[in-house]
Structures are given as structure tokens and as C-alpha cells.
């Protein structure tokens, strides 16, 4: 069974992400961020999020209109706008529905 740890909405909450990853072992195959991050913290929330030890994909969402869409500011990470990635037996793909820069 593959296993995802799933979240969005963190509007710049670093600190519930950061919580988030205390509570939380590397018990996951994968990790699927549905956006909304926050433009000034999206590099951070990957960052703490990398710790996981597995992929970590993500799309942006309104929250995220000044990130960037190049490169993910992390390894191990993949925006997944319009394109698929999988994590074990699961194919994930994503829209970024906001204009970032």
C-alpha cells in the first residue's frame, strides 16, 4: 500500500508545518502538497517538508501567485503542473490555477 501524506492551505504558517513534522515519522512514500503554501513561505514549508525523506509534490494555488514556476527551491520536489509524477503505484498530476511569476 503506498501512503501520502496529504495537505494544503498552510496560508504562511510555517509553524503548523513545522508541528506537522514533529508529530509525524518517515513513514511515507510520497508527499502532496495541493498549494496554497504562501508566496513567501514556499521555500520553508519545502524545506521542513523535505526532512520526510521521500518525494514531495506540489501545485500552486492562489496563495502562490509570486512563486516561481522554475526549479523547486528544494531536491527531492516537483511542481507538478501540468505533468505526472508517481510515487510507487500512483500516477499524481496537478494545475497550477493561478498566474505566478
Known amino acids: 500500500m503506498t501512503r501520502i501524506l496529504a495537505f494544503s492551505d498552510i496560508h504562511n504558517n510555517v509553524r503548523a508545518v513545522e508541528m506537522l513534522r514533529a508529530q509525524e515519522a518517515n513513514a511515507y512514500d510520497g508527499i502532496l502538497i495541493a498549494g496554497d503554501l504562501g508566496s513567501e513561505s514556499v521555500a520553508d ?3 521542513i517538508t523535505s526532512s520526510f525523506e521521500c518525494p514531495i509534490c506540489f501545485v500552486y494555488g492562489n496563495w502562490d501567485s ?3 514556476y522554475e ?3 528544494v ?4 511542481l507538478i503542473h501540468h505533468n505526472v509524477h508517481r510515487i510507487r503505484d500512483v500516477a499524481i498530476t496537478g494545475f497550477s490555477g493561478c498566474p505566478t511569476h
Open 71 to 73: 526549479q523547486p527551491p
Open 75 to 78: 531536491p527531492n520536489s516537483q
Open 45 to 47: 514549508i519545502l524545506e
Open 66 to 68: 509570486q512563486a516561481e
